[in-house]
């Protein structure tokens, strides 16, 4: 494998084009030129940052990494398998197994344990099903879609953005394109994203696009949205949906999650459940799916405190981060310490950093390699509608860097918009120290009611919400034309001077509403859970079939296997024994006591990761006290001990309170069957 | 209260009422009288056991139980809520706060200690989402629905079964309605939930039935699935629903789960998940509810062997049996152990024995009050579809007996169903002991693929699982008429002589295909959660603004509070160490560092059911080294100890590795702070 100086020397020209890019993106943007020049611009830049990460992964592939081997072992140890396979099967939805159940299991206990517990998280659990309204308000009825198109005669759908950009690269392909055709589909090529429906309609019927599957026509684009929309009660009058996110259900219960912690700022909700999205092409087995399990934590604080309190337990975490700017200049990522990340300015906050933090311990803890974990900021026009910041964890495997754990910054949006919905008032009241004097303008009105009936309400309170430079502009307004014009949810209202007085005076105020800010760390349980099994797949040296997972004991499915050497009756007691002690002690444990030699028996459970195994031989019937073995996974090396404190031994190795170094010294290595085999 | 027998003397009349009314239906399904007179009598029979049971609820109120008094509890102390309450809620959606979401998490790693460790189960996680087919096979899409009228102008829906009982019921209170009409009504009354689509139509016009609410009309009756619907995927092809059980997932997995038990039968899969049931009118809390979370279980095993091999570890549990022909002849629930019951015949398997003794196991140890447990047998007509056999762990609240947890014999059914609807080999293979002869008929054809085409297979399929019977019958009419027809998919097909050649010959088989039998304990948490807080709400003697929960310490959503005597700075350092030592031993802890005595925090640690509370005063900062105090909810006793040691001491009570009794005596009972407030 190239070294990285050499590395480096074959990325430096691709880093120089995307520094160049990005440097024309910022002048374009200082000198505020047109939107479409910039967009044009920023489209390139991507390309180019594309072109960079590609190369970046070939040259430093993934370790002597054979996925076909590992989703075998997956598929054949059923840690997930595609659902209803037996009816054929439904793109994007997968079903766990025992073997990623427990696996899954054990990383979300983990993250109550690391998130929920340690930092007294408010967790909650809230519905899959929504009504319509919230997803309004939410923004994602109308912004959480994709464009496709229907092939005209099978109805299939496509991703109409995506099947322009095809059509336009196989078009550049021809050589005989001549220059200015040429340079006109280059150009429309670097907007193909940003384009509206409008445009992508024009653009396909110009070209003719057809579907690439059949070669039909293919309708106009249509939005469609990724919700999946159901009916709740019968009367079919209430459209619901299943969310996309979870992180709607704690922003409707702030008010009461408020109450719960006393009134008190800064505090965490959190929430595990399923979430739900309707790809139009799911793929990547784990990586796109249409139903998943999302951890989801919202840390609503102070606007102006964004401090966390144990920022110093993080403080010298090491991270690799991968700051916007270094990207748009082709720099490479950076490896440096939380503190000084936040000290020099490179992550936004101490509360920014705290969890990006947190984020990393986790994940690690949980078997990511180190060297394969970065955080990368989101650039500034790849942000979702509700972020103003966002830093997502991503893992290296096969299939290129994935987003694993996304940590965006939601400041007060989701809040704003649910209050703006619904009237509800989601805020945290401040003592100030020293009352302030604030202008109130209190409008009165008999006449508002008559004149606009069900609107009244939202009128009057429209008005008590102005701020004093709208309550000055439509002063002046009544002034001079008696009347004032208001857009008040889409509706033009003219409210006329007869209508409305208003009673401006100061007051001095000792409590003010804050809508906190929010910084909220989202896992992908799915993804986190596939990039551990590949950064942890191994071959044994020396016998390329013999495949294992190093899984870390808190995340192994099993944590313990209990093998009698062979089928004698006189094992059997031992070995209901052990795994009935094991129980006790809450360590889940694997008997295997079918036909194969005890090399295969060990290679089987190291297929799926459990880190110890108990052995029951003819010594263990002969000695007195009863003797076992007990075999560690990742060095294959054994000791021998009396059975009746191995269970405690396992259950002291799993729970880490020992380790297999001080275990070995302790006790005697063993030569034991393995290698006689 | 009345005594137990002043009881069973006001109750004896209804009993035998109940009787005569079970024997007179025993007598028509003996003598096959008409099916429609069978089910008249059954329907009066129903009639007189609620009667029954409602006068036993009458006589046998909830101890002093004030529901409105815990409800506004629940509330402000956010164990749940209406989902979207500031959007105006939706029915039958609900949302838990930190509380309730705790407790309910205990519940599920409890139920996985209890039954998937302990038995070591396969637990699997499958989608909520199902595309259309897997419910056609299960039966749920024809059979899982409620007959609906629809008010003609505001379009509101009702049950129409209970719109047309409602209906008569209001009839026959006019008393001036003649005889014959009369008894006409009773008559129908007798059978309203029997009736037909079409004869529910008919009666409604004929009684002109308006909808109670408005005084409208109501459309004809129409099937209305409890299934949500939706569509998967964007070419809008795919129907789907969410899961209204998660046991299909169980299912359609078999095969795999088969291969990874390593081909043995007997084995459980387990699953907890989410499901989804439209309802036509949710209501009483959380008892009936639009998504729930259900934990089912699947013990496939061969149908000849219904024992469990650790039937004798739950022998001696006494349980409550209310078995279904004491419920037809009016008899009370009896008091028995699991052994007793299935050696006389009440219980039909130990098998299913096994299971009820290790729910109602569970069931109490959750905070269950054995007293107000019972399991009750469906009887036969009362069954869901798939079932022969089911038994229901019914707790008794403030609304009645409430199924908390299903134990179903499903038989073969399900499995029977997926091998059907996809050809899928779902079974065991057992090996004989003795090989065995058996009859083989071998159908040979080269025309049936041209003349049936795309059914050709499926007919092949259809001769090749002929029993001995039919392959016999069909040889009699090819001779006789050259042809047979046969029904395959609700299509009849005429296949002529030419067509199909038989092969006859025997054949010794060593290996036979084995489908297995399925029971099936699917707990309801939502439900359980509910008659755990009724079971466990109580008011402190003398003082019935204090309300407080005897949740056992498994379950109780905060294990420890920690608390400043006062607010005095000098406090910090100790409520800070402890809390974070509690941690360290997994023991979740609240501070209660809000002003207010310390008696009224302990009545707020109370409410939430929280078991110890740590207290820090004076004495912890003067006393060398540290101590505290220790207070217990239940008997509010209080003892003085070190600080370093109180968070080992709270771990051990909470984990049941030591009692309160032996705390006392260990360390000394201490006069504490709230006795003197």
């Given at each position: 494998m190239a070294s990285e100086i050499e590395i480096e020397q074959q990325l430096a020209p691709l880093r120089l084009l995307v520094k160049e890019q990005g440097d024309r993106v910022r002048e374009l943007k200082e000198s505020q030129a047109p939107k479409a020049d910039i967009s044009r611009a920023v489209a390139e830049l991507k390309r180019r940052k594309k072109q960079l990460e590609d190369k970046e992964k070939a040259l430093n592939p993934p370790d002597e990494f054979n996925r076909s081997q590992l989703e075998t072992l997956l598929k054949q140890r059923f840690f997930y398998r595609p659902s209803f396979s037996i009816y054929g099967g439904i793109a994007g939805l997968y079903d766990f197994g025992p073997t990623g159940c427990a696996m899954k299991n054990n990383l979300l206990q983990e993250w109550r344990l690391h998130f929920v517990l340690e930092e007294d998280m408010l967790e909650i659990e809230s519905s899959s099903l929504a009504p319509e309204p919230v997803f309004k308000a939410s923004g994602h009825l109308d912004r959480f879609l994709d464009y496709v198109v229907k092939d005209v005669k099978t109805g299939e759908c496509l991703r109409a953005d995506h099947l322009l950009d095809a059509h336009l690269e196989k078009l550049l392909?021809?050589?005989?394109?001549e220059g200015d055709s040429r340079q006109e589909i280059i150009n429309l090529r670097t907007k193909v994203e940003s384009l509206s429906l409008q445009e992508l309609g024009d653009q396909i019927k110009k070209f003719e696009v057809k579907s690439p599957v059949t070669g039909n026509n293919v309708s106009d684009p249509m939005p469609f949205n990724l919700m999946f929309r159901t009916e709740i009660g019968p009367s079919g009058g209430v459209s619901g949906y299943l969310r996309p996110e979870t992180s709607q259900g704690m922003f409707v219960n702030f008010d009461y999650l408020l109450e719960y912690n006393q009134g008190k700022l800064p505090f965490a909700a959190a929430q595990i459940g399923s979430a739900f999205r309707n790809e139009v092409s799911p793929r990547s087995g784990l990586l796109r799916v249409r139903e998943f399990t999302l951890g989801e934590i919202e840390y609503f604080y102070h606007p102006n405190d964004n401090d966390h309190f144990k920022f110093d337990s993080v403080a010298d975490v090491e991270v690799t981060l991968f700051p916007k700017d270094h990207q748009v200049s082709g720099k490479p990522t950076r490896k440096m310490s939380i503190k000084n990340a936040v000290d020099e300015g490179v992550i936004g906050s101490r509360c920014m950093g705290y969890f990006l933090g947190r984020i990393s311990l986790y994940l690690t803890k949980m078997g990511i390699d180190p060297k394969y974990l970065r955080f990368r900021q989101h650039m500034d026009n790849e942000?979702?509608?509700?972020?103003?910041d966002c830093w997502d964890a991503e893992c290296k495997t096969s299939y290129g860097w994935v987003e694993c754990v996304g940590c965006a910054n939601r400041s007060c949006y989701d809040l704003k918009c649910h209050v703006k919905a619904t009237?509800?008032?989601l805020c945290a009241r401040e003592t100030l120290k020293e009352p302030i004097s604030v202008t109130i303008n209190e409008y009165h009105s008999s006449k508002v009611g008559k004149a606009f009936k069900g609107d009244a309400k939202k009128i009057m309170q429209y008005f008590s919400n102005l701020d004093n430079d709208t309550a000055e502009k439509y002063d002046k307004m009544l002034k001079d034309t008696s009347q004032i014009e208001v857009d008040i949810d889409s509706k033009k209202l003219t409210i006329s001077e007869d209508m409305i007085a208003v009673k401006r005076y100061e007051k001095e105020i000792h409590v003010v509403d804050i809508t906190p800010s929010v910084i909220e760390p989202s896992f992908g349980f799915g993804r986190i859970l596939y990039s551990i099994l590949e950064h942890n797949f191994r071959i044994r040296e020396g016998d390329e079939q013999r495949s294992w997972l190093s899984l870390p004991p808190p995340v192994a499915p099993v944590k313990c296997s209990v093998l009698p050497l062979s089928a004698k009756k006189e094992f059997d007691p031992y070995i209901k024994q052990l795994a009935s002690e094991l129980k006790l002690h809450g360590i889940s444990n694997k008997v295997d006591d079918s036909a194969g030699s005890i090399g295969r028996r060990y290679a089987r459970t190291d297929q799926i990761g459990i880190p110890y195994g108990i052995t029951v031989d003819f010594d263990t019937v002969t000695n007195n006290p009863a003797t076992v073995t007990l075999r560690e996974r990742n060095t294959m090396q054994q000791i021998r001990l009396n059975a009746d404190i191995a269970p405690k031994v396992v259950s002291d190795l799993v729970k880490g309170l020992t380790t297999w170094k001080e275990t070995i010294t302790k006790y005697h290595l063993f030569e034991g069957q393995e290698s006689k085999k």
């Open positions: 392909a021809d050589k005989n394109l942000m979702a509608h509700y972020a103003t009237g509800a008032s």
